[in-house]
Every structure is written in C-alpha cells, then in structure tokens.
C-alpha cells in the first residue's frame, strides 16, 4: 500500500467510523461493520487499527490537538479579556467545524471514554481551560457560569436539533450567548 493511499484509506475510514458511530453508537459498531461500509476486508481495518478503542480515539484526536493549541495561543495572551474571547471564540470555531463528533460526544459513552483516554496525558487541558476564562480566584458563580457556558456551546453546536443552521449563524448566536453566561457583552 502506497503512503498517498494508506492515508487515503485512513480518513476514509474515521470518517467512515465516525458516521456509523452516530447512526450505531460506538458500542453497537463493529470493526466488520466499518470494513463493510468502506468496502475493504477487515484485515484492511486492521492494517490501520488493531481495535475500535484506536478507531474512536483517533476519530477524537485531531480536534484534543486543535484544543490543545488553541489553550497554549490564549495563554500567551497578556490581556484576560484577550484569553477569554480567544478561547471561547476557538472553541466555538472547534465545535462548529466539528459538529458531528461533539453530537457524538454528548450522547455516547464510547466516544465519551475514548476522549478521556486521549486526554490522559494532558489531563489538566480542561482544568487550562476553566483557569483561561474563570481566573484563578474565581467564586462559585463564576465556576457554574464558566461550566454553563462550555457545555451550551457544546451540546448547543453539536445538537441535531440545531442542524439546520448555518455555521455562521449558530456561530454567531453561540458566542453571544456563552457571553451572555459569563456576564461578557457580545462584541459584533
């Protein structure tokens, strides 16, 4: 197998594993099934992955890394309204671009875990998150409000309910009403 097709045959196949994990649930997808649906055997799956645990943490992977960025750019931010606005205006930017997976996220288990075995070892990503846009002497208020704000802006985007809007009207409405919650004016 050549490099180009490899990597070919790899994206193919986690969007594949993506798409029968909404439909399936992680639980309910089998390796044999993602073979079948991208018409390979399923030692052509295994050539990639050994297990569906690899599958579903590299499905997550990409967007850990693209969080992880996104914490290490606000953090260098001398302002804290700079670092709030950078950080929430990159996670919503990372749910919209990404909304099928956060649906995932929200309402199964298997990707659930899967996200906190990639985050293992960097497990205080969320608490880098929460000190970004809460301060580090923050009260409880603003402790709910911050916790309020990111889970809205997640289920919120990743919500089938919510399909139907364009990114950037749901952008749009995310970001004014995460400000909203954390007592920040929405900035047009």
Known sequence: ???????????????????????????????????????????????????????TEAVAEPALRELSRLVDAASQLRRPGARIDHILEGIVDLVLRNRVLVGVLFTDPGI??????????????????????????????????????????AMAGGSPTLAELDDETLR???LATARRVLGRRHRP
């Open 1 to 55: 197998m050549t490099t180009d097709v490899a990597v070919d045959t790899r994206t193919r196949l986690l969007a594949t594993a993506l798409r029968l994990f909404t439909e399936h649930g992680v639980e309910g997808t089998s390796l044999q099934m993602i073979a079948d649906a991208l018409g390979v055997t399923k030692a052509a799956v295994y050539y990639h992955f050994k297990t569906k645990d690899e599958i």
């Open 112 to 153: 659930g875990r899967a996200v906190e075995r990639s985050l293992h070892g960097e497990m205080n990503l969320i608490g880098r998150i929460h000190d970004l846009l809460c301060g580090p002497d923050a009260d409880a208020a603003t402790m709910v409000a911050t916790h309020v704000a990111l889970a809205g802006v």
């Open 172 to 174: 749009t409405h995310l």
